[in-house]
């Protein structure tokens, strides 16, 4: 059944269409993986669907009573609450109904109400009817219910009173997919739910859309999710929708070249054609010139009616302009890293006595090795990036980069980039060039003349991301350090990482939960767990299958 119908919908901004006359229908039993570029109106189309925005033309039409949870790309929390006020916050019908039993038992206890029988009688049907439809909402549960999945999704009942403004990125996804867990609307719309979540919170995701009884839209760069979890792929691209129906996304990537191919060999049949019928009219029209003959003319005249009647194939893109990203590298050392007995400790947040962060890590990384290093969000990956960067002193032990290795770093938050500079001061800073040499370097990496010459701090995630590889470039390194990189990167985008990476001929140390990423670019996972290392030889997939052996082995 048809649960949300789009009936050529246009949304405007400042002017400039996202999209216009799109046609879609969503339906109540399928999960979809909306995907498409950055900046393509992915997000827009979902607050449409959401009831946020509205249409310029066109309709939108709902299935009646449907109910629709959003979790934004960025979820939108009351500063103030607790995680516990906030997640309870979920059901607004089942606050409205507990809001109106309270002020039913202030009525019972109003001498002017049970002094009159009708008046007594009429308030005890109304408790009687909020009771039972407190009971349809699954109210007498709902604390219950409550609980037990803030801890499923790793928060323990210290947590609960947490307040969600200190709350990281990751911590705030999962408490806006509690709060959907807990209310169940017929239909889900999840834009970039895994940003910022660690494996253990994609792997939730992945059971939680996988078993969830409803609707689901997911925008998601994660190819992985994408393949575990979507029975079909709706591409938005050039401000038009195309359904790759049961296809994952593994399949829709095969099966859209096999569709622009297609579409190539009939847009050249018919450029024939066309031209074919071209030159018959245009002799038609030179004999008609020559010797005034109504036939001719009548046949000049047929043809372009046949012409106008055609219906145009239009010409596919085959190679869409992508970052022109090269990491080259060079030989370097032998030993490109060696951390020996390395231990780090911070103060307690109680402020009594000290948490330990790492605890005598050891790990040596060779010329030429691609690590991936993985791990819970709160385990220290990052705190060990800053170490062998310098920018952390260590407590204890050694951290010893090679005499001949340059180091490059990706921050996960853009640390590194001076959100006062233009992108054309940034880059003129890390390399010496002129101004036209570095908007043409900057245009490389799709930035626009007004973009190179705006404030870093005025651009996306995706493009300071963009930005950061940009630099990367012009670093000259042969050790590079990668913190979340494919983050803000759309697909494409993270697909010309991937083959420059494959190119670069440096040592590469990954910090990922990119799992499809750390599949095609890893071959060697170091898990962060517990302030130790543990080691595997191969990608994401070998360290799943291994871990999963030690599980089934205890």
Partial sequence: MIAVNL?????????????EN?????????????IGPNGCGKSTLLKLIAGE???DTGFLVRKKGLTVGYLHQDPRLEPGRTVWQETFS???ELARVEMELARVVVQLADPAIYGDGAALARVLDRQARLLDEFERLGGPTYESRLRSTLLHLGFSEVDFDLPVDVLSGGQKK???LAKLLVTQPDMLLLDEPDNHLDLDGKAFLEQFIQNYKGAVVIVSHDRYLLDGVVDEIVELEDGRLTRYPDCTYSQYAVEKQLRLLRQQQRYEAQQKEIARIEAAIARFEEWAHRVVNERHIRQARSRKKMLERMDKIEKPILDRRTMGLELNGWRGSNKVLEIVDLDKVFPAANGDGEDIILAGLNLLVWRG????LVGPNGAGKSVLCRIILGQEPLDGGECKIGPSVKVGAYAQEHETLDYGRTPIDTVRHAAPMSENAAVSF??????????ARGLVGNLSGGERSRLQLALLMLSDANFLLLDEPTNNLDIRSAEVLEEALAEFEGTLLLISHDRYFLDRVVDRVVELDGGALTEYVG????????????????
Avoid: C, M, N
Wanted: charged share 25%.
């Fill in 539 to 554: 990608g994401y997939s070998d360290y799943r299958e291994a871990k999963a052996g030690q599980r089934i082995g205890t």
């Fill in 53 to 55: 925005l509205a249409s």
């Fill in 174 to 176: 999962l408490v806006g």
């Fill in 22 to 34: 799109l046609s879609w229908e969503i339906h109540d039993d399928r999960v979809v993986g909306l």
């Fill in 7 to 19: 009936d050529r919908v246009t949304v405007t901004y400042v002017s400039v269409p996202v999209f």
């Fill in 90 to 92: 979920a059901s607004a």
């Fill in 442 to 451: 900057l245009g490389r990496f799709l930035f626009t003349y007004e973009q």
């Fill in 369 to 372: 090795e691609r690590v991936g």
